[in-house]
């Protein structure tokens, strides 16, 4: 079931604003996400927007803004995967939050299942099979089938009003 509804006003540029830092109250932790591009090179950014969707079928989802250079292959490829990064990986949620090719060349990685790129740390893995993408406009929606998963713990990275943070202890 898909339900369309009028999308409203374009909001103003103070109003982005707004929304933005009214969304950055939402904690959540950080994840790289990787694929291979229709030139099989590796392909890889930061995303926030990760989460669960369903235990039974097991699904997740995350958002990919349109105007990443990734877009096409994100949006093509039949798999990606996920990494749930640590609170001491910060400089590899910089490196893939940067836009552009190289990325790969700056930290270690393998080759995992179906081709796709896996890097040797992080605190959780999720390998999945783009199941569909949904219009969300000015980002695409990208919900996967979880193929095969792994947790490794540690402290997780966490993002708060456009800040990493530590956990506060328990
Ligand atoms: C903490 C954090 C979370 C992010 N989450 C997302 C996200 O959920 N979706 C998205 O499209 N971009 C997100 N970005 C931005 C991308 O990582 C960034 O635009 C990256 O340059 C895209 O790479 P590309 O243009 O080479 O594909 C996030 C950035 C940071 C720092």
């Given amino acids: 079931m898909t339900t369309d509804r009028n999308p409203g006003p374009t909001p103003s540029a103070q109003q ?15 994840t790289v996400i990787t694929t291979r591009d229709i030139n099989g090179q590796p392909a890889g950014m930061t995303v926030n927007s990760f989460n669960s969707v369903s235990l039974d079928p097991a699904l997740v989802l995350w958002s ?3 105007q ?7 949006t093509t490829r039949d798999h990606f995967a996920v990494h749930v990064l640590r ?11 940067g836009r552009g090719s190289n990325k790969f060349g700056q930290i270690h990685w393998y080759e995992g299942p179906n081709g796709i790129p896996r890097l040797e740390e992080c605190a959780a893995y999720f390998h999945c099979g783009r199941a569909q993408c949904i219009e969300g406009g000015d980002h695409t929606i990208l919900l996967g089938n979880v193929l095969e998963f792994t947790a490794f713990g540690g402290e997780p ?3 708060h009003r456009g800040r990493y943070r530590a956990l506060a202890g328990d």
Wanted: proline share 0%.
């Fill in 87 to 97: 609170a001491d990986q910060q400089h590899v949620s910089n490196l893939f939050a």
């Fill in 16 to 30: 982005s604003r707004q929304l933005r830092d009214t969304l950055g109250q939402f904690a959540t932790g950080v």
């Fill in 64 to 66: 990919i803004d349109k």
């Fill in 68 to 74: 990443s250079l990734g877009y096409e292959a994100f």
């Fill in 157 to 159: 990275l966490v993002f």
